[in-house]
T-cell receptor, first 115, second 115 residues
Framework: DAGVIQSPRHEVTEMGQEVTLRCKPISGHNSLFWYRQTMMRGLELLIYFNNNVPIDDSGMPEDRFSAKMPNASFSTLKIQPSEPRDSAVYFC?????????????FGAGSRLTVL | DAKTTQPPSMDCAEGRAANLPCNHSTISGNEYVYWYRQIHSQGPQYIIHGLKNNETNEMASLIITEDRKSSTLILPHATLRDTAVYYCIVRVPLNYGGSQGNLIFGKGTKLSVKP
């Protein structure tokens, strides 16, 4: 298995532009998580899905952020419009609900820089 | 979820055992202890987890005190590649009592393995 695949790995954009981050979870996993990491705030959970349904989006900073999971093999995190304070590394993780171990497998991350 | 307390940083000599402590004095009976680590610029990686018995796998050992208020992660023969931030997390596992599976990361312990 290739693991959790995120794209792009690096993105540099200008303030006001739309940013879309993509994630392909591990095949067979039914939970997907989006985290954001900054030096100041560490790893923050933004939103997570179970069986493609958003369960808790209380970590989403504001309405500029949205996440979708149209099917079990794909999710997007969109920021529109982007701001410099959104600069961070965004991680996607997946897990198998019901496996009992609560083990998350993380992707390599998408490093976003908003100028 | 129970709060955890970890030292912000630790050093360890290469080849020696690294013992990383974690306090979780408010842990409840159904909460597990999980350890993840994050090597620089990579996504977090699962290491080990346990409830009340000591656990060992190919990566590490987990020692949980009898009262479950603290635990220690042991890397038996630390290498330079073990330099990372180690996160101790206590959490009800997936599917227990309505838990939805998200993990909340604290600040962790930055372990530096030195030659």
């Amino acid at each position: 298995d290739a693991g959790v695949i995120q794209s792009p790995r690096h993105e540099v954009t200008e303030m006001g532009q739309e940013v879309t981050l993509r994630c392909k979870p591990i095949s067979g996993h039914n939970s997907l998580f989006w985290y954001r990491q900054t030096m100041m705030r560490g790893l923050e959970l933004l939103i997570y899905f179970n069986n493609n349904v958003p369960i808790d989006d209380s970590g989403m900073p504001e309405d500029r952020f949205s996440a979708k999971m149209p099917n079990a093999s794909f999710s997007t995190l969109k920021i529109q419009p982007s701001e410099p304070r959104d600069s961070a590394v965004y991680f996607c993780a997946s897990s198998l609900l019901g496996s009992g171990a609560n083990v998350l497998t993380f992707g390599a991350g998408s490093r976003l820089t908003v100028l | 979820d129970a709060k955890t307390t970890q030292p912000p940083s630790m050093d360890c000599a290469e080849g020696r055992a690294a013992n990383l402590p974690c306090n979780h004095s408010t842990i409840s009976g159904n909460e597990y202890v999980y350890w993840y680590r994050q090597i620089h610029s990579q996504g977090p990686q699962y290491i080990i987890h346990g409830l009340k018995n000591n656990e060992t796998n190919e990566m590490a050992s987990l020692i949980i005190t009898e009262d479950r208020k603290s635990s220690t992660l042991i890397l038996p023969h630390a290498t330079l590649r073990d330099t990372a931030v180690y996160y101790c997390i206590v959490r009800v596992p997936l599917n227990y009592g309505g838990s939805q599976g998200n993990l909340i990361f604290g600040k962790g312990t930055k372990l530096s393995v030195k030659p």
